[in-house]
């Protein structure tokens, strides 16, 4: 149980087109998602906190204009990067809870996003 | 603040040998502890987790005990294997809430060789 889905697993933009990546979570419902950022040999760096049919709450430093969040299931986030550009180029990570448990988060497998 | 610190890599090890990967934590109340593995182009899968103080996780051979005098969790495996080479994070989150954010160590990879 408890499987996060995110697609897609790898996409190749060009620089100034934006990119929606979903998180799905398969066989619960997920009041709460967290977005995650991770460079090359580094720690995952939480970008925001998506909840179900409110706005997200993004950590300081992280563009809310540029990297949009939508939560407007209980099994569907998405997170678009607009006007992508090389320096986005990273891997993103989604994670989901369960409500009511103390279990930590299940994780997408990631996209990985290079900007050429 | 909650902080996770983690022991930095790489570490290389050859198959069959001890495995030790330290953490130790700060946090602002009684938070649970986690580990997760990261194989490489992969997302974070849970290894192990402990709730409260003196509780062991352990899962596929990896064991880690929640330690509150020393607020440690260091990862243990008695004899690695070449498949578990991968990146391993150490984690915290505070019970308060399903909002409640994990609080990542900086990883730590790990390197079997035949």
């Known amino acids: 149980g408890a499987v996060v889905s995110q697609h897609p697993s790898r996409v190749i933009c060009k620089s100034g087109t934006s990119v929606k990546i979903e998180c799905r979570s398969l066989?619960?419902?997920?009041?709460?998602m967290f977005w995650y950022r991770q460079f090359p040999k580094q720690s995952l760096m939480l970008m925001a906190t998506?909840?179900?049919?409110?706005?997200?709450?993004?950590e300081q430093g992280v563009e809310k204009d540029k990297f949009l969040i939508n939560h407007a299931s209980l099994t569907l986030s998405t997170l678009t990067v607009t006007s992508a550009h090389p320096e986005d180029s990273s891997f993103y990570i989604c994670?989901?809870?369960?409500?009511?448990?103390?279990?930590?988060?299940?994780f997408g497998s990631g996209t990985r996003l290079t900007v050429v | 603040g909650n902080s996770v610190t983690q022991m930095e890599g790489p570490v290389t090890l050859s198959e069959e040998a001890f495995l030790t990967i330290n953490c130790t934590y700060t946090?602002?109340?009684?938070?649970?502890l986690f580990w997760y593995v990261q194989y490489p182009g992969e997302g974070l899968q849970l290894l192990l987790k402990?709730?409260?103080?003196?509780d062991k996780g352990s899962n596929k051979g990896f064991e880690a005990t929640y330690r509150k005098e020393t607020t440690s969790f260091h990862l243990e495996k008695g004899s690695v294997q070449v498949s578990d080479s991968a990146v391993y994070f150490c984690?915290?989150?505070?019970?308060?809430?399903?909002?409640?954010?994990?609080?990542f160590g900086t990883g730590t990879r790990l390197q079997v060789t035949l």
């Open positions: 998506s909840n179900e049919g409110s706005k997200a709450t993004y």
């Open positions: 946090a602002t109340g009684y938070p649970s």
């Open positions: 994670s989901a809870s369960i409500y009511g448990t103390n279990y930590g988060y299940t």
């Open positions: 066989d619960f419902q997920a009041t709460t």
């Open positions: 984690a915290l989150i505070l019970n308060t809430g399903t909002a409640s954010k994990l609080t």
């Open positions: 402990a709730t409260k103080a003196d």
